[in-house]
């Protein structure tokens, strides 16, 4: 059976650049396709370099690791160690959700024309079922993530918690938010985001009208009484956010948080809060967000 390199090679971007996609969709990352172009390339590159045996190392595990993260960096290119984690593992899941579909069809469609060589199948019938393969794969995807949501109801993902700032006690609703993933860089304290009316009781106003201008180094407008007091509490939190990459709070370390669920109570006493100056819903559901942390 003949293979022509330049097959295998349109192949394997086709499916590399349907698979990143797939992982940038479920990621909701920021898809530029010229990356996802570039990442696919290096992988369909890999696949011909492990076809032809060019290298003794190409199977080696430590070289597939290395190129997975190479891959995923190129496409997306996280910002922290564990966005690039969870980039990997969401690459990797999504790969074996698209292989498992190819797989299936191959024990379907039963080709005669078939060649398995150092990992990669190739044949006269890979470019259909690649397009037949991409649309299980996405359908198993979309099925298997409503269930997800389905299971997951906006009740779920609220929890009350108390917050003692300076003596007082505050309550509210929060919500369990799993992109927060926000530490006080110094200390790596967790966070909780509030807003900042929620804490008028515990913080002058002064403090918490002029956030802004605090980010920006203004003090005029605070007392020194106030300022003296505050300046040693008073900490930043930097935080990536769509639309803001490089955003900064304002934080305060709490007396401590009890977190309140159905089942227990939990108090946590190393926790920070990151003051937001505006609101994080219209309606007023919740007035914090907690991480999973």
Same mark, same amino acid.
Request: with cysteine.
């Given at each position: ?126 470019? $259909?079922? &690649? ?22 109801? $906006? ?69 020194? $009484? ?25 934080? &305060? ?41």
């Amino acid at each position: 059976m003949t293979i022509y390199i330049d097959v295998v090679l349109i192949e394997n971007l086709i499916m590399n650049f349907i698979i990143l996609l797939a992982t940038g969709i479920i990621l909701k990352e920021e898809i530029k396709v010229i990356r996802i172009i570039i990442a696919s390339l290096l992988g369909a590159v890999y696949s011909i370099v492990s076809y032809m045996s060019i290298l003794e190392i190409y199977s080696s595990m430590i070289l597939k690791i290395i190129l997975s993260v190479l891959i995923v960096y190129i496409a997306f290119n996280p910002q922290t160690m564990k966005r690039m984690w969870k980039d990997i593992l969401i690459f990797y899941l999504t790969s074996f959700v698209f292989g498992g579909a190819a797989f299936a069809l191959i024990y379907i469609v039963k080709p005669q024309e078939i060649l398995m060589k150092n990992g990669l199948f190739l044949g006269t019938y890979p470019l $259909k079922t &690649i397009i037949l393969g991409s649309i299980l794969a996405f359908i198993v995807l979309i099925l298997a993530f409503k269930v997800v949501k389905s299971k997951i109801t $906006k009740k779920d993902m609220l929890c009350e918690i108390e917050i003692q700032l300076n003596g007082q006690k505050i309550q509210t609703s929060a919500m369990i938010d799993t992109g927060n993933l926000l530490k006080e860089p110094i200390s790596n304290t967790p966070v909780i985001v509030v807003e900042h009316t929620l804490l008028y009781d515990c913080i002058p106003k002064e403090i918490l009208n002029n956030l802004e201008g605090l980010l920006g180094g203004e003090f005029n407008n605070i007392p020194e $009484k106030i300022r003296e007091e505050y300046s040693s509490k008073l900490k930043l939190i930097p935080f990536s956010s769509l639309g803001k990459q490089n955003g900064m709070l304002i934080g &305060i370390k709490a007396d401590f948080v009890i977190i309140k669920d159905k089942e227990k109570e939990e108090k946590r006493e190393n926790i920070i809060l990151g003051i937001y100056n505006k609101s994080l819903t219209k309606r007023g559901e919740y007035r914090a967000l907690i991480g999973i942390e």
